[in-house]
């Protein structure tokens, strides 16, 4: 009865992992998509902290997920945080984690970001809107490797790749003040450019294609087809 368990929770993790491989690929055949994919399989090999930029809607996570799923440490979590959706006291409670008591609410400690991607990856999403306190204490770990959780006085040390993604100039951002140099540095060891789809609007009618087939299998709907007139005013869409 255990074996039969212990095959039944294998097999349904096989089967999310194959769903979250599907659910994260990248469509698109054009130059422009296919020298991005080679980059990333060879970053992907090494352990190096990488920088993705790009505009919103890109496809900067769809990266991370490739070059996570292509590394050595592809067995281990791959753990997403957006930096932008946080403000700086909860940010550093979700990277670092905290211990019972520490601030009001605390009830009991929280495992953060850093501790969870032990042994993976960690993308850190929007990086350009953190705090200047927060990106001190970012460099620090990545200079360090060690952290505290907020209230707690134990070291930790953890074995985690970062990759970090802005649709900022982040460069400006250095040269403006707004975002540390060191850190820059520190996280662009390796950068990869994602290309806005108007720069590769050859993969606009397979991603169209690849949606209709997403709606079509959600709905149990019969085949679909999106007529060439349609195809037509999405290419000529700017």
């Known amino acids: 009865a255990n074996a039969r368990r212990f095959e039944r929770v294998n097999r349904e993790n096989e ?3 194959e769903e979250l491989t599907a659910k994260h690929q990248i469509v698109g055949q054009s130059p422009a998509l296919q020298r991005v994919t080679k980059e990333a399989f060879k970053v992907a090999n090494s352990s190096a902290s990488t920088l993705i930029l790009g ?3 890109t496809g ?5 997920h490739l070059i ?4 050595p440490r592809q067995k281990g979590p791959l753990i997403v945080l957006n930096c932008a959706a946080l403000q700086e006291t909860l940010l550093e409670a979700e990277l670092f984690g905290y211990e019972r008591g520490a601030f009001t609410g605390a009830v009991r400690r929280k495992i ?3 501790e969870l991607a032990d042994g993976g990856t960690l993308f850190l999403d929007e990086i350009g809107e953190m705090s200047a306190g927060m990106q001190a204490k970012l460099l620090r770990v ?3 490797g060690v952290f505290y959780r907020v209230g707690g006085n134990d070291s930790i040390t953890v074995d985690v790749r970062v990759i970090a993604a802005t649709n900022r100039d982040i460069l400006k951002e250095v040269q403006e003040g707004r975002f540390r140099e060191d850190l820059y540095y520190r996280l662009n060891i390796v950068s990869i450019r994602m290309p806005a789809l108007r720069e590769r609007k050859e993969d606009i009618p397979l991603l169209a294609a690849y949606f209709i087939d997403q709606f079509r299998r959600e709905r149990a709907l019969p085949p679909l087809e999106i007529t060439p007139e349609a195809v037509r005013k999405m290419m000529d869409y700017d």
Request: proline fraction near 0%; charge should be neutral; avoid cysteine.
């Open 60 to 64: 900067k996570e769809l990266l991370a």
């Open 55 to 57: 505009e919103s809607g």
């Open 68 to 71: 996570h799923r292509a590394s």
């Open 15 to 17: 089967d999310l992992r």
């Open 142 to 144: 990545l200079q360090e």
């Open 112 to 114: 953060g970001k850093f």
